[in-house]
T-cell receptor, first 111, second 113 residues
Framework: GDSVTQMEGPVTLSEEAFLTINCTYT??????LFWYVQYPGEGLQLLLK?????DKGSNKGFEATYRKETTSFHLEKGSVQVSDSAVYFC??????????FGTGTSLTVIP | DVKVTQSSRYLVKRTGEKVFLECVQD?????MFWYRQDPGLGLRLIYF???????EKGDIPEGYSVSREKKERFSLILESASTNQTSMYLC????????????FGPGTRLTVT
């Protein structure tokens, strides 16, 4: 069945460091892929998405490219800030209405 | 902006109590979902609904039921709360057709003592 695997956390970075959070998926066909962010004490917010192969989603300096050949959707940011500290979830939707989420990666950015 | 609201941010209940968690969305979405979120386990789908009075079991429906009497409102019911249901509960909604994103509420942190 469909599934999402993302890198284990927690991740701790210094401010202005480069961020990569790996995400790979298993699905037949062409799912839509998403990154959600959850700030402390809040629900999940959509960060970015991509709906077809080679699409690049971007928002707030974050980027992810839909790679069909490697079934990946890695999240990147060139220079993280303290305010980026949150939990990041990779997710997919394929057929039907059900989303599949990764287990989340906690990011802490220190000044 | 899509808004999904949940009736409580924090809730403390005793073992054996009947618990109602309410969720309301204001964007006329057909789909609504209930998840629970636990450390190390991510989000797990409890139930979802794609129309009024329709419901489908998710991955972990045991111990829960749901009600959707109106399109904008989706309730999660714990018939007899147990300590292993202590968790963060998240409600979400989405459009029914196409591969659309889900919109989440702020969550309800439920503690069962």
């Amino acid at each position: 069945g469909d599934s999402v695997t993302q890198m284990e956390g927690p991740v701790t970075l210094s401010e202005e460091a480069f961020l990569t959070i790996n995400c790979t998926y298993t699905a037949t066909g062409y799912p839509s892929l998403f990154w959600y962010v959850q700030y402390p004490g809040e629900g999940l917010q959509l960060l970015l998405k991509a709906t077809k192969a080679d699409d690049k989603g971007s928002n707030k300096g974050f980027e992810a490219t839909y790679r069909k050949e490697t079934t990946s959707f890695h999240l990147e940011k060139g220079s993280v800030q303290v305010s980026d500290s949150a939990v990041y979830f990779c997710a997919l939707i394929h057929t039907g209405n059900q989303f599949y989420f990764g287990t989340g990666t906690s990011l802490t950015v220190i000044p | 902006d899509v808004k999904v609201t949940q009736s409580s941010r924090y809730l403390v209940k005793r073992t054996g109590e009947k618990v109602f968690l309410e969720c309301v969305q204001d964007m006329d979405h057909e789909n609504m979902f209930w998840y629970r979120q636990d450390p190390g386990l991510g989000l797990r789908l409890i139930y979802f609904s794609y129309d009024v009075k329709m419901k489908e079991k998710g991955d972990i429906p045991e111990g829960y039921s749901v009600s959707r009497e109106k399109k904008e409102r989706f309730s999660l019911i714990l018939e007899s709360a147990s300590t292993n249901q202590t968790s963060m509960y998240l409600c979400a909604s989405s459009l029914i057709s196409g591969l659309y994103e889900q919109y989440f509420g702020p969550g309800t942190r439920l503690t069962v003592t």
